[in-house]
């Protein structure tokens, strides 16, 4: 978070014993750490609750991705299956038209 070394802790310290004085020092420190501490459980708990934001909408996101998935799947095979009828029912009309030549062929009088 914040680079903060002895010498600056050194120099807070010292301004502060200054200006609190010795006998309010550590009721102020006390104040201070508790306060740092409710501040650092805040921002905790805004962050939990932006990652968890964040992982409901990739759910979101991955669930329609796969509704789309599976009712693209679902087009294909009727589409596969409508394919499939077309080729039968050109296969019907072209056994009919290949037979009935044949029989005005045969049949010359």
């Known amino acids: 978070m914040f680079d903060i070394g002895f010498s600056e ?5 010292v301004v502060a014993l200054l200006v609190v004085g010795p006998e309010r020092l550590p009721s102020v420190a006390r104040k201070v750490g508790l306060y ?3 501040m650092k459980r805040s921002f905790q708990s805004i962050k939990n609750e932006v990652e968890q ?4 909408e990739a759910v979101k996101a991955q669930l329609k991705e796969n509704a789309m998935l599976a009712e693209a799947k679902e087009v294909k095979e009727a589409l596969s299956k409508t394919v499939e009828q077309v080729k039968q029912a050109d296969d019907d009309t072209m056994s009919l038209t290949s037979e009935t030549p044949s029989k005005n062929t045969n049949s010359k009088p």
């Open 9 to 13: 802790l050194l120099i807070i310290f």
């Open 36 to 38: 740092i501490g409710k």
């Open 53 to 56: 934001e964040l992982e409901i």
